[in-house]
């Protein structure tokens, strides 16, 4: 059975530093596309980075590029997503997801997630 499990959310202030994980149990994250996405309240969910399954391309939306830092490791098999430069817009529960094709930004290519980390970031 496929178990994803995020962990690292919390509350920090804007301009702080927080770092998520997605640790898996019943699949290897070497053999899918990882993503990350978020969603506040009363919004859809949105995507934020992916590392594919080779680990050499990563992809980011535009609003966290060069803030937020995708990376994998395989030893683990965890995918984490640091995150600095924290802003309020950035408050949200993020989620990981893994699918089996290279469409990084496309939502319903997931097939498994995890139940979500909340993370709050304070003016």
């Known amino acids: 059975q496929v178990q994803l499990v995020e962990s690292g959310g919390g509350l920090v202030q804007a301009g702080g530093s927080l770092r998520l994980s997605c640790a898996a149990s019943?699949?290897?994250?070497?053999?899918?596309?990882t993503g990350w996405f978020r969603q506040a309240p009363g919004k859809a969910r949105e995507f934020v980075a992916a590392i594919r399954w080779s680990s050499d391309n990563t992809y980011y939306a535009d609003s966290v590029k060069g803030r937020f830092t995708v990376s994998r490791d395989d030893a683990e098999n965890t995918v984490y997503l640091q995150m600095n430069s924290l802003i309020p817009e950035d408050t949200a529960v993020y989620y990981c997801?893994?699918?089996?094709?290279?469409?990084?930004?496309?939502?319903?290519?997931?097939?498994?997630w995890g139940q979500g980390t909340q993370v709050t970031v304070s003016p």
């Open positions: 997801g893994t699918a089996s094709m290279w469409t990084p930004v496309s939502v319903h290519e997931y097939r498994y």
């Open positions: 019943g699949l290897s994250f070497s053999s899918y596309a």
